[in-house]
């Protein structure tokens, strides 16, 4: 039974724009800096588990995961991390505040095509300050009708989202490059979802697609999107 769409979802990070990659690199660049600690898989370990560990006290984003190098770095050395490791950590952490924002391949064509027929809503977690500043840098801002910046993405979360911003759920579609937080939880809360891979996934945000599901489609491309929405009405 034909679907009459009326509000599209997107995440940010790694969806609309790089963001994982800039984390793998100052991973790398963490793991030099303690290369005399430990090797790299121990430290990528350590530094994955400490990151979970935070997740309630931090949220996601640039700082909660400097702070988490950080502390890291502090267990690793029983808490007689040199000032010059700390130093590196913190200019890391402003680097990644500082990248420039580009949008991924396709991202500006595929959104101002929806923007004519939908409302766009920018769903996203992170640090509040940090994704507005990203939005604004990417030169998108003016193609969405809200931006929801949220602590975690559940199934209430997108209720409430799209009860807000739309027509409930059932006339919405999810669209996101993390299978766990975009895809499942949109199709629980009656969302229709697209995932749109993204190379690298942070390992928090593993899961398996729902293949099978009715309202769900893996899209190679964000370019794929407009169409895809469009044929569900």
Same mark, same amino acid.
């Given at each position: 039974?034909?679907?009459?769409? =009326?509000?599209?979802?997107l $995440? +940010?990070d $790694?969806?609309l724009?790089? =963001?994982?990659?800039?984390?793998?690199?100052?991973?790398e660049?963490?793991? !030099?800096?303690? &290369? !005399?600690?430990? $090797?790299?898989?121990?430290?990528?370990?350590?530094?994955?588990?400490?990151? +979970?560990?935070n997740l309630?006290?931090?949220g996601?984003?640039?700082k909660g995961?400097?702070?988490?190098?950080?502390?890291? /770095?502090?267990?690793l050395?029983?808490? *007689?991390?040199?000032?010059?490791?700390?130093? *590196?950590?913190l200019?890391a952490?402003?680097?990644?505040? =500082?990248?420039?924002v580009?949008p991924l391949?396709?991202? *500006?064509s +595929?959104?101002?095509?929806?923007s004519r !027929?939908?409302?766009?809503v920018?769903?996203?977690?992170? !640090?509040?300050?940090?994704?507005?500043?990203?939005?604004? /840098? &990417?030169?998108?801002? $003016?193609?969405?009708v809200?931006v929801? %910046?949220?602590?975690e993405?559940?199934?209430?979360?997108?209720? /409430?989202?799209?009860?807000?911003?739309g027509?409930?759920?059932?006339?919405?579609?999810?669209?996101? =490059?993390?299978v766990? &937080?975009? %895809?499942?939880?949109?199709?629980?809360?009656?969302a229709f979802a697209?995932?749109?891979?993204?190379?690298?996934?942070?390992?928090?945000?593993?899961?398996?697609p729902?293949?099978s599901h009715?309202r769900?489609?893996?899209?190679?491309? %964000?370019? *794929?999107?407009? +169409?895809?929405?469009?044929?569900?009405?």
């Amino acid at each position: 039974m034909a679907i009459r769409i =009326n509000t599209v979802g997107l $995440d +940010a990070d $790694d969806t609309l724009w790089h =963001n994982e990659t800039l984390f793998r690199l100052t991973q790398e660049r963490f793991c !030099d800096l303690l &290369s !005399d600690r430990a $090797d790299p898989e121990t430290l990528m370990s350590r530094l994955a588990e400490v990151e +979970a560990r935070n997740l309630r006290l931090y949220g996601y984003g640039v700082k909660g995961f400097t702070l988490s190098m950080i502390e890291t /770095a502090m267990e690793l050395t029983h808490g *007689e991390a040199p000032a010059s490791v700390v130093r *590196e950590i913190l200019a890391a952490g402003r680097e990644m505040l =500082n990248e420039p924002v580009e949008p991924l391949p396709g991202v *500006e064509s +595929a959104l101002a095509a929806l923007s004519r !027929d939908y409302r766009l809503v920018l769903i996203t977690k992170g !640090d509040l300050l940090h994704q507005e500043q990203k939005l604004a /840098a &990417s030169g998108l801002g $003016d193609l969405f009708v809200a931006v929801e %910046i949220v602590s975690e993405k559940t199934a209430s979360t997108y209720s /409430a989202v799209f009860d807000r911003h739309g027509s409930g759920p059932g006339r919405a579609v999810m669209c996101g =490059n993390s299978v766990r &937080s975009d %895809i499942l939880p949109a199709l629980e809360a009656g969302a229709f979802a697209a995932h749109v891979p993204y190379p690298i996934t942070w390992a928090h945000e593993h899961a398996e697609p729902p293949v099978s599901h009715p309202r769900f489609a893996e899209l190679a491309s %964000i370019r *794929e999107l407009p +169409a895809w929405v469009a044929g569900l009405g």
